[in-house]
């Protein structure tokens, strides 16, 4: 926030101070960090400096479990950004009143390949592996189901930051020509935890045909394809 001098704000408290820059604040001067702004202005005490883990750089909705009931009630500012009720006694820091998502949660967001046209044979399988949780995702299966039957298993390991994606090949899979393959894609045991959001695990691609190679007869006395 920017300020020309520091008798700006009478009372100033309770809020979320987060940059990626090198300055946090001007307030008659440039502040790199909240214990600065702190010990200059005497106020902002009970304030944080953390990243709020927005969805994304347009859903403004918070995920950072510390800003949970962290605030303190404005009697002029009753509901929040979606229009529900703001905990009367104490409410969650910010414009949005929000449910911490679980430490541990992930799922797969996309099946990247193959994409129609591909060739009958052996294709690379990749999807896109998503960290719904707070903490940093270190491992996690990823698995994959062809028509009902579950054909690969990955065991994903890396370091994957929260509210981040991130491309995986999980292996490769025969594809014959003339059969509609139903994919279901999905991951289980993020660090090794039981995932308590089944719902956002996985993601599904439905009629997936490989392409015909060669030559065939449409039609006539003895047609590949009537």
């Avoid at 992930?106 to 044979?121: C, E, K, R, S, Y």
């Avoid at 279901?184 to 996985?202: C, I, K, Q, R």
């Amino acid at each position: 926030f920017y300020a020309d001098n520091t008798g700006s704000f009478t009372a100033l408290d309770y809020n979320n101070y987060y940059t990626t820059g090198s300055n946090l604040a001007f307030w008659g001067a440039n502040y790199g960090n909240l214990a600065a702004i702190q010990t200059a202005t005497g106020q902002n005490g009970n304030a944080q400096s953390v990243d709020p883990l927005y969805f994304t750089d347009e859903d403004l909705h918070v995920r950072e479990g510390s800003l949970k009931n962290a605030g303190t009630p404005v009697p002029e500012v009753t509901t929040d950004i979606d229009g529900e009720d703001r905990d009367p006694s104490n409410p969650d820091i910010g414009a949005d009143r929000f449910t911490p998502p679980p430490v541990n949660d992930a799922g797969v967001i996309a099946i990247n390949a193959p994409l129609q046209p591909f060739d009958a044979g052996l294709n690379a399988v990749n999807v896109t592996l998503r960290n719904y949780g707070l903490d940093t995702l270190r491992t996690v299966n990823i698995l994959l189901d062809v028509n009902g039957t579950n054909e690969l298993s990955y065991a994903w390991s890396g370091a994957l930051a929260p509210n981040s994606n991130e491309t995986v090949s999980i292996g490769d899979f025969d594809f014959s020509e003339g059969i509609a393959y139903n994919l279901l894609a999905y991951t289980n045991l993020p660090n090794g935890e039981a995932d308590t959001v089944a719902t956002n695990d996985s993601t599904f691609v439905e009629n997936l045909y490989a392409a015909y190679d060669g030559l065939y007869t449409l039609g006539g006395t003895d047609p590949d394809f009537s």
